[in-house]
């Protein structure tokens, strides 16, 4: 984990060579409108996190509560037919923003959300959780066209390794803007998995996830999951 960083830098510069490569050849090789002919597609979804058996007292912002990933997949045709299998590797970036003055402890027998001091943090602007995982994706796509086109659907799961996690709080003091970071585990489960669906036209497709791992580690944490809904777009 220590090294998590230099390997988020070394992905995200290959992806950045990846994607130039792919509008290189788009230029060059494809005819207008169709997909670069690579053996792969680079997709980036953005979406909204919700926590799924929260506490009555404890509520999300939903702006403040989105998350992002990027990742590689790889087709693998079935037969002849319009579907195909597609498995590869990607990152994960999940937020969880706090309505309340709310933030996580795990200085007891377990975490727990505690409510913040007033004294200690006077004007409260933000407190949140933040999430990084290593993921590994498995799907089954059907497309009506070739290259990509056309009208797209998928169902897939995916299973992801926790690299990181810290909680922030952000408020005002005397006029100035103050950020406390604390970067720890907090009893979070070290793995996820759950399952998704995705129906859109060509490389634009509305996603929905839901995961049946717990977000803590049982016995460790509070028993809460969590489902997120917004977009998937294909770079390629």
């Not at 497709?205 to 969590?226: A, I, K, R």
């Amino acid at each position: 984990m220590l090294h998590y960083k230099k390997f988020l830098g070394g992905l995200a510069l290959s992806l950045l060579i990846a994607t130039t490569s792919a509008q290189a050849q788009d230029t060059t090789t494809t005819p207008e409108g169709a997909q670069p002919d690579l053996p792969g597609m680079l997709l980036i979804d953005f979406g909204f996190n919700f926590l799924n058996n929260a506490p009555d007292d404890l509520e999300t912002r939903i702006w403040g509560s989105r998350g992002f990933n990027v990742y590689y997949l790889y087709p693998i045709p079935i037969g002849e037919s319009k579907f195909s299998l597609h498995t590869g590797l990607g990152l994960g970036f999940v937020n969880y923003s706090f309505d309340g003055r709310v933030t996580l402890s795990d200085e007891q027998d377990s975490t727990q959300f505690v409510p913040l001091d007033a004294t200690t943090y006077p004007n409260l602007r933000k407190t949140q959780l933040t999430t990084h995982y290593l993921d590994i994706p498995l799907e089954v796509r059907f497309f009506a066209k070739e290259n990509y086109r056309g009208f797209t659907a998928a169902i897939g799961g995916r299973v992801g390794r926790l690299i990181n996690s810290f909680t922030k709080i952000k408020y005002e003091d005397g006029g100035t803007n103050e950020e406390d970071k604390f970067k720890r585990r907090y009893n979070l489960n070290p793995w996820r998995y759950g399952a998704y669906a995705k129906v859109g036209f060509r490389g634009i497709t509305l996603t929905g996830q839901y995961m049946f791992s717990d977000l803590f580690t049982s016995g460790e944490g509070p028993e809460v999951n969590n489902y997120k809904i917004g977009i998937t777009i294909g770079l390629f």
